[in-house]
């Protein structure tokens, strides 16, 4: 049975990390770990950038049928709307990799405490620790 929570690491192919029992939390070989993890990441949605602008260049057609012509708009509202969230995800990474070059990363943004290894390699953009990230679920639930 394959573990979930290293699946993020694996996809890029990456095996997860192995701490040893008396390691610092966030040291140079972590730091450099989770910036190869995000730099694998950006670049395969960078890629895929770069595929959806050729894909989209290639098939423009001006088709004579409306028919034909909506469902090509609709395919490229489709692709574009998938492009325009990872376009977001790329800037989350960037801010993750800032948070490296800040010796930042890794510690939660609202309490300070360990986010933990395993829950970065699941989410490698995750800025809250489990507690905290549930807290402000609960409340964005409750605010409608």
Not at 6 to 23: H, L, S, T, V, W
Not at 49 to 78: G, I, K, W, Y
Not at 98 to 114: F, I, M, N, S, T
């Given at each position: 049975?394959?573990?979930?929570?290293?699946?993020?690491?694996?996809?890029?192919?990456?095996?997860?990390?192995?701490?040893?029992?008396?390691?610092?939390?966030?040291?140079?070989?972590?730091?450099?770990?989770?910036?190869?993890?995000?730099?694998?990441?950006?670049?395969?949605?960078?890629?895929?950038?770069?595929?959806?602008?050729?894909?989209?260049?290639?098939?423009?057609?001006?088709?004579?049928?409306?028919?034909?012509?909506?469902?090509?708009?609709?395919?490229?509202?489709?692709?574009?709307?998938?492009?325009?969230?990872?376009?977001?995800?790329?800037?989350?990474?960037?801010?993750?990799?800032?948070?490296?070059?800040?010796?930042?990363?890794?510690?939660?943004?609202?309490?300070?405490?360990?986010?933990?290894?395993?829950?970065?390699?699941?989410r490698p953009t995750a800025t809250l620790?489990?507690?905290?990230?549930?807290?402000?679920?609960?409340?964005?639930?409750?605010?409608?």
């Amino acid at each position: 049975m394959v573990d979930a929570r290293n699946e993020a690491a694996k996809a890029f192919g990456f095996e997860p990390y192995q701490a040893a029992g008396d390691e610092e939390y966030m040291n140079q070989d972590q730091e450099a770990h989770f910036r190869e993890i995000l730099l694998a990441w950006k670049r395969s949605l960078m890629e895929e950038v770069d595929r959806t602008v050729h894909h989209m260049q290639d098939e423009a057609t001006n088709f004579p049928d409306p028919n034909d012509r909506a469902t090509q708009e609709s395919e490229f509202s489709l692709e574009l709307r998938t492009r325009d969230r990872e376009r977001k995800l790329i800037k989350k990474i960037d801010e993750a990799l800032g948070r490296l070059d800040d010796h930042d990363y890794g510690y939660c943004e609202a309490c300070g405490v360990e986010i933990g290894i395993r829950r970065l390699e699941a989410r490698p953009t995750a800025t809250l620790c489990i507690d905290c990230k549930t807290l402000d679920e609960i409340r964005e639930k409750q605010r409608g």
